[in-house]
């Protein structure tokens, strides 16, 4: 159980474009999501947390402008990298909370290259 | 502000060995919940194994078991009997009680040599 899925895995698009990210929780029902950066060989940075139903709240340093999260639904959590530049180049992973104090399950990604 | 630190960019170990990654946290909670992640070539992130600050008993999944000391503020992985398959990057979490988001690590890269 706990199955995080998100789609594309892999998203190749030119400068300018906007691209959209879909995260979904498969088997639960998650009230918050996270949206996550990574950069090769570093750990995770933290984009927002996004509430179901509610604005995201976005950590220091993010651009809420480019980066829009949308939480429409307790499965369903989206990011679209609006303008995309080769510097928004990374892989961006997604995770849900199904209950008060156990770990994030994570999906397994999605790589972004910006040409 | 809550950090965590892993003081090892890079480990590695003979298969079948035991090897113990470290992880140290700041925090002035009291109530709070720890975590090793396991990020394999995939990159998908793999829950290894979870502690409640207040129990005091170690937690242990099968080959994979924490060593937390709460007043120290360690809380290191121990990873016995290690197989090819346990090579990853190793992330240790923190989680206040109550709080939304998880505090990471900066990671440990683990080799296990056949």
């Known amino acids: 159980g706990a199955v995080v899925s998100q789609h594309p895995s892999w998203v190749i698009c030119k400068s300018g474009t906007s691209v959209k990210i879909e995260c979904r929780s498969l088997?639960?029902?998650?009230?918050?999501m996270f949206w996550y950066r990574q950069f090769p060989k570093q750990s995770l940075m933290l984009m927002a947390t996004s509430n179901e139903g509610s604005k995201a709240t976005y950590e220091q340093g993010v651009e809420k402008d480019k980066f829009l999260i949308n939480h429409a639904s307790l499965t369903l959590s989206t990011l679209t990298v609006t303008s995309a530049h080769p510097e928004d180049s990374s892989f961006y992973i997604c995770s849900a909370r199904d209950q008060v104090g156990s770990g994030s399950h994570f999906g397994p990604g999605t790589r972004l290259t910006v040409t | 502000a809550q950090t965590v630190t892993q003081s090892q960019p890079e480990m590695s170990v003979q298969e079948a060995e035991t090897v113990t990654l470290s992880c140290t946290y700041d925090t002035s909670e009291s109530d709070y919940y720890l975590f090793w992640y396991k990020q394999p070539p995939s990159r998908q992130m793999i829950l290894v194994i979870r502690?409640?600050?207040?129990?005091?008993q170690n937690a242990t999944e099968n080959r994979f078991s924490v060593n937390f000391q709460k007043a120290a503020k360690s809380f290191s992985l121990k990873i016995s009997d290690s197989q090819l398959g346990d090579a990853a990057m190793y992330f240790c979490a923190y989680l206040i009680q109550g709080a939304q988001k998880l505090v990471f690590g900066q990671g440990t890269r683990l080799t296990i040599n056949p």
């Open positions: 088997d639960f029902q998650a009230t918050t």
């Open positions: 502690q409640e600050a207040y129990k005091q």
